[in-house]
């Protein structure tokens, strides 16, 4: 996987103290890449989360 970039990696830590994120950004800025880490950070915490987006390979 490729680093995360500053950006990037304050919406993961954003998402690990709340309830509610809203991430909107132009394409091919790295939102796929961020829910997934957002998602694997948090079931490796044991939490789950339910997040909806517009994209076909999701």
């Known amino acids: 996987m490729?680093?995360?970039s500053a950006e990037q990696q304050d919406i993961?830590?954003?998402s690990l103290s709340s309830s509610n994120l809203w991430i909107q950004a132009y394409?091919?800025?790295g939102k796929t890449t961020t829910l997934r880490e957002i998602a694997a950070t948090l079931e490796k915490q044991?939490?789950?989360c339910l997040y909806i987006?517009?994209?076909s390979h999701l």
């Open 27 to 29: 394409a091919g800025t």
């Open 53 to 55: 987006a517009f994209n």
């Open 46 to 48: 044991g939490r789950s």
């Open 12 to 14: 993961i830590d954003m």
């Open 2 to 4: 490729k680093e995360l």
